[in-house]
């Protein structure tokens, strides 16, 4: 799987917007962008996914740049549980296949 | 709650001796997937099992083995363990069509003493 870079951490406000980068250079036309996250003494969760277009779902929002190079993951209110690690992968797809390569993330601290 | 159920949640045991965690995936989920968590390496894949076979392998030991049954549950052996296998083990399944999002367990807590 192609890398991502992430920040090793960032801050947010409580009822702020949190707008997560990730740096894919690499990506290949092939590869989804996804994000999960973990929780702290939890396995990882998923987010959300997307391959070119932006995509919403009811946790967050996925903005990928026209070229593809990067992504961003936005959260539209943080809340103290969105506290987390969150890891953004890119996955080539294959039947039956899901191998997720983990990086380091970035954690995420919400403050009241 | 995943519907991802790994068992036991704890486990502490001595150094060589052999265990085995288990998996139950998802209802459903034909692929389950082991990874590796410890403080120093983060998560990292160990191997995939789709249906009964065997399809990814990742950075897992020659020590570690596992497999899928006919009812889909898991079972990843550890043997001749040594203090550094002290880890989070976890557990996650996923369905048939692509790119769709993967459930992960709450994890064994593995402690090598």
């Known amino acids: 799987d192609a890398k991502t870079t992430q920040p090793n951490s960032m801050e947010s406000n409580e009822e702020e917007p949190v707008h997560l980068p990730c740096n894919h250079s690499?990506?290949?036309?092939?590869?989804?962008i996804h994000w999960y996250r973990q929780l702290p003494s939890q396995g990882p969760e998923y987010v959300i996914h997307?391959?070119?277009s932006n995509v919403n779902n009811r946790m967050a929002s996925l903005a990928i740049a026209e070229d593809r190079k990067s992504s961003t993951l936005i959260l539209h209110r943080a809340t103290l549980r969105d506290a987390a690690v969150y890891y953004c992968?890119?996955?080539?797809?294959?039947?039956?296949?899901?191998?997720?390569?983990f990086g380091k993330g970035t954690k995420l601290s919400v403050i009241p | 709650d995943s519907g991802v159920t790994q068992t036991p949640k704890h486990l502490i045991t001595a150094t060589g001796q052999r265990v085995t965690l288990r998996c139950s995936p998802r209802?459903?989920?034909?692929?389950v997937y082991w990874y590796q968590q410890s403080l120093d390496q983060g998560l990292q894949f160990l191997i995939q099992?789709?249906?009964?076979?065997?399809?990814a392998k990742g950075n897992i030991l020659e020590r570690f083995s596992a497999q899928q049954f006919p009812d889909l549950h898991s079972e990843l052996n550890l043997s001749s363990l040594e203090l550094g296998d002290s880890a989070l083990y976890f557990c996650?399944?996923?369905?048939?069509?692509?790119?769709?999002?993967?459930?992960f367990g709450q994890g064994t807590r593995l402690t090598v003493v």
């Open positions: 996650a399944s996923s369905g048939q069509v692509l790119n769709t999002e993967a459930f």
């Open positions: 690499t990506i290949s036309g092939t590869d989804y």
């Open positions: 997307g391959l070119t």
């Open positions: 992968i890119l996955r080539l797809g294959g039947a039956g296949s899901y191998q997720l390569t």
């Open positions: 209802s459903g989920d034909l692929s």
């Open positions: 099992y789709y249906n009964g076979e065997e399809r």
